[in-house]
């Protein structure tokens, strides 16, 4: 009696893409810098900035666009950065805490802050001056209401000595 002979079925080979299928190149303009994200397009900003830059201002609070401490400009208007994925942002301008100043050492904000005592903890405070500053760019001269269109939130309750700084930078005046 002669053996039926077995089929061998061949596997079909796994896709090396399968593991990366998610992953695309999203490039990326923050503080002048170009960078590519190589990963999840839906990573949320903030931790491309904290976890691959190592660009720690923008701090995690909230994580539901809520309290502002992940501020960033983009494209000159204030963001959470907890709340949008990297997708989203190929060819918009993306500037930190870190990249206020340009070549400056401190963008005035940051000379009025000091001067005004603006800091309780600090941990919401790069998410208060990228709102003071994206405000100053569309009101150079605020007012009281003005100021109060900031929403973000301070747990140490630093708002007053906030609108002094703004007020005083908005007025130009040195430290
Ligand atoms: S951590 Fe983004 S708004 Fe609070
Ligand atoms: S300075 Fe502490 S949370 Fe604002």
Avoid at 52 to 68: E, F, H, I, P, Q
Avoid at 166 to 172: H, L, N, Q, S, V
């Amino acid at each position: 009696m002669t053996d039926t002979p077995t089929r061998r079925i061949k596997s079909k080979p796994v896709p090396l893409a399968a593991a990366s299928s998610l992953e695309k190149t999203v490039p990326l303009r923050i503080n002048g810098k170009q960078y590519f994200h190589n990963g999840d397009p839906n990573l949320p900003l903030l931790w491309f900035l904290r976890d691959v830059l190592r660009l720690t201002g923008a701090k995690y609070g909230c994580d539901s666009n809520t309290c502002g401490a992940c501020m960033v400009l983009i494209d000159g208007k204030a963001q959470h950065a907890c709340a949008i994925a990297v997708k989203d942002l190929a060819r918009r301008e993306i500037v930190t805490i870190e990249g206020l100043a340009g070549k400056n050492a401190l963008h005035p904000l940051q000379e009025s802050w000091i001067a005004e005592d603006a800091i309780g903890c600090g941990y919401c405070q790069p998410g208060q001056i990228i709102a003071a500053a994206a405000l100053l760019k569309r009101k150079p001269d605020p007012g009281d209401a003005d100021i109060d269109t900031i929403t973000n939130l301070c747990r140490c309750g630093t708002y007053p000595r906030i609108r002094a700084a703004i007020m005083r930078t908005a007025a130009g005046k040195k430290a």
